[in-house]
């Protein structure tokens, strides 16, 4: 028992600490990569804009507004209806009508929900881009997305794709204010320090993405029985010898859940993927690269310590309820939060400038700490155990709760 324990304390600690420090070179190492590096004499390639959507009627004008005042010049735009039920596919034409002038609109109509990874297969077919920038059709993109992205692939022949930057948008509740502390301390903070130390990051966002085509085709392009299309495309390249690269100067402001049951089921869909992948690169551990290798050990204990945690808090309750003495180790306690507290104070210090945290907001950090380590423990739980019990899933999706 003292030797799980000893796990469930150490490693939050050691896992934090070289994502703080991979961080903070990671951030300084960014200040000296130029914002673009295109070849001298070479035209802009096409850029593909992919909008993918099941009933999405009430956010699509917002994100192809901001489409509209994207800065780099040659890009199209392709919107792909995905079995709406409601007024997606008369907004789009709408918005291709209304747009029309400015840069290239196609609409493409998919008659039955088949889910996000067709929706972009089928769409990807009709791109006649070089580079592919997939958006959910509930962000809002910054003007310059596309500049830095291209940055890398220019940069770099082998990346395949690269990861944008989301920062959370919908602040009025206190849910959402609580992601928001997540994705600066939390998420940002690993995929700057995954970045720096490995050169690889875990997953893409799906929010915003961007693409090299060649390497979709060369890697199968999107796994359409993938419960997280965005997970399994990232490994599908690894697998295939391509780099992922994280800009978190590629910014888009997103939507999320403000219902604690649709955070809990996001998590949980976030979590079973990520045990999909693990499961069919299991090979990976052995053959894959080095830093292959160090991204799937972590997801592995990482999932060890969901387990062990549950374990050792069990123990602890009984314990509790047998004897009735509440003793707790206040130095472990301090350091856990000490750790927490410094890590999240690295990513704001990194996304004040973008994220507009307000005094209000930070005011909720002690809350944060507490309720994400809840939250996504249950969440990793209950997808293991789904993905044991009930390991298919139909390929179709629904429209989450965006706090609108």
């Given amino acids: 028992m003292n030797t799980i324990s000893t796990f469930v304390i150490l490693y939050p600690v050691i896992v934090s600490i070289v994502w703080i420090v991979g961080s903070i070179f990671y951030s300084i190492q960014m200040r000296t990569v130029p914002l673009r590096n295109l070849h001298a004499g070479q035209p802009d390639d096409l850029v ?28 199209e735009l392709v919107l792909i209806n995905d079995g709406s039920q409601d007024d997606t596919l008369r907004v789009m034409h709408e918005l291709a009508n209304q747009y029309q002038s400015q840069f290239p609109v196609k609409v493409v109509n998919i008659e039955v929900n ?79 320090g995954q970045a720096f130390v490995t050169g690889h990051i875990t997953t893409v966002s799906g929010v915003v993405v961007a693409y090299r085509k060649a390497a979709l085709e060369d890697a199968g392009w999107w796994n359409i029985d993938a419960i997280t299309e965005d997970i399994d495309i990232t490994w599908r390249l690894y697998h295939h010898g391509w780099q992922v690269i994280y800009c978190p100067r590629a910014v888009a402001w997103i939507l999320v859940p403000e219902r604690i049951r649709d955070l809990i089921n996001q998590r949980r869909r976030w979590a079973r993927g990520g045990f999909e992948v693990l499961f069919r690169n299991r090979e990976m551990l052995v053959t894959g690269r080095l830093s292959e290798q160090w991204l799937l050990l972590d997801m592995v204990l990482s999932d060890l310590w969901a387990i062990s945690c549950s374990f050792v808090t069990l123990f602890y309750l009984f314990t509790v309820a047998f004897t009735g003495d509440l003793i707790m180790d206040g130095v472990i306690l301090f350091l856990l939060l000490f750790i927490s507290l410094v890590q999240f104070l690295i990513g704001y210090a990194d996304s004040r400038k973008s994220d507009f945290i307000s005094w209000q907001d930070l005011l909720l950090l002690p809350l944060y700490v507490i309720f994400y380590w809840f939250i996504n423990l249950v969440s990793c739980l209950t997808s293991l155990g789904s993905f044991f019990l009930d390991p298919r899933h139909v390929g179709s999706w629904r429209s989450p709760d965006r706090g609108l």
């Fill in 48 to 75: 593909s804009v992919l909008i993918p959507g099941h009933n999405e009627q009430d956010t699509l004008a917002s994100v192809v507004e901001s489409v509209s005042h994207i800065t780099y010049s040659n890009i």
């Fill in 114 to 192: 088949r889910g996000k990874a067709n929706a972009l297969n089928v769409g990807a077919q009709e791109a006649a881009g070089t580079f592919l920038l997939c958006l959910d059709a509930d962000c809002y993109v910054d003007a310059n997305v596309i500049q830095p992205m291209l940055a890398q692939f220019y940069n770099n022949a082998k990346v395949g794709a690269v990861a944008g930057k989301p920062i959370v948008r919908n602040r009025t509740s206190i849910l959402g204010r609580l992601e928001l502390l997540e994705y600066v301390g939390v998420i940002d903070i690993i995929k700057r």
